[in-house]
């Protein structure tokens, strides 16, 4: 993935438009397996890329981890009402996932994001 294509997946995230990750999380109430995986590998393609680095772009990625986290967490209120379909059994994987995607991109160490160290798969 390119630069360019990762910058504009964690905007659409973080704006919830096109057919992103968060965009299904908050308007179809659905997990989109395909959409995290594409919101996680645009944060790794980011990783080693200091120089696109900014204050905005950090901040949208924020964002988009708190949105995820806290869709999650409506999910499992009883009193919100709030239901996603689909949600996978092993939310916690996808959770360390985008952890340590996060955490690779803030120290710039590829190696937190190596593809087999992680017990959920693709």
């Not at 992103?20 to 659905?30: D, G, N, Q, T, W």
């Not at 645009?42 to 905005?56: D, F, H, N, P, R």
């Not at 087999?116 to 693709?122: A, C, G, P």
């Amino acid at each position: 993935m390119d630069t360019n294509q990762a910058k504009q997946i964690i905007h659409d995230n973080r704006k919830c438009e096109g057919n992103s990750f968060i965009y299904y999380l908050h308007e179809k109430s659905a997990f989109d397996a395909e959409g995290f995986w594409a919101l996680y590998d645009s944060i790794v393609a980011l990783v080693e890329c200091e120089a696109l680095k900014t204050t905005e772009l950090t901040r949208q990625i924020a964002e988009v981890y708190q949105l995820m986290l806290k869709y999650f967490m409506f999910h499992f209120d009883p009193a919100d009402g709030y239901v996603i379909e689909g949600f996978p059994k092993e939310y916690i994987g996808y959770i360390e996932r985008m952890e340590y995607a996060l955490m690779a991109y803030y120290s710039g160490n590829m190696r937190l994001v190596i593809e087999d160290d992680f017990e959920l798969q693709r």
